[in-house]
């Protein structure tokens, strides 16, 4: 839950030896993916974070947002976590600016504005030549 996921924000931000980390299926909902999002600011050794099958809805944002500026995460899962198409053009922006991500795995999401996906995300990810 966001408890867990707040505790788990907390101790990534603070680790300097973690490389992988895996977080399916654990319930983690937006108060817990915005911990998480402000420990990617400032965790600079894990490499790859897989979310998938959680809650994180909107505070998929800020993960993205957090991305922008990460240099060490080379894998990204957000698989089925309920993001809104809203949360497009913040990945885009993220995928845009960070060139250390190799993998993004979005499937399974409510991506069900067509419009914002195409705008926002789709001209980002043909932009990057690390995904």
């Given at each position: 839950g966001s408890g867990g996921?707040?505790?788990?924000?907390?101790?990534?931000?603070?680790?300097?030896?973690?490389?992988?980390?895996?977080?399916?299926?654990?319930?983690?909902?937006?108060?817990?993916?915005?911990?998480?999002?402000?420990?990617?600011?400032?965790?600079?050794?894990?490499?790859?974070?897989?979310?998938?099958?959680?809650?994180?809805?909107?505070s998929c944002a800020?993960?993205?947002?957090?991305?922008?500026?990460?240099?060490?995460?080379?894998?990204?899962?957000?698989?089925?976590n309920f993001i809104p198409a809203s949360c497009a053009k913040h990945l885009g922006r993220a995928i845009r600016d960070n060139e250390t991500l190799r993998v993004l795995d979005l499937r399974a999401n409510d991506f069900d504005d067509s419009s914002q996906v195409e705008h926002d995300f789709l001209p980002a990810l043909l932009s990057n030549p690390c995904l």
């Open positions: 996921g707040i505790a788990l924000g907390t101790a990534l931000g603070d680790n300097t030896s973690l490389l992988e980390l895996q977080l399916g299926n654990n319930a983690i909902e937006e108060e817990g993916g915005r911990a998480l999002a402000q420990a990617l600011r400032t965790n600079l050794k894990l490499r790859k974070l897989d979310l998938h099958f959680n809650k994180l809805r909107g800020d993960i993205a947002r957090a991305m922008r500026h990460n240099t060490s995460l080379k894998s990204l899962s957000l698989r089925e």
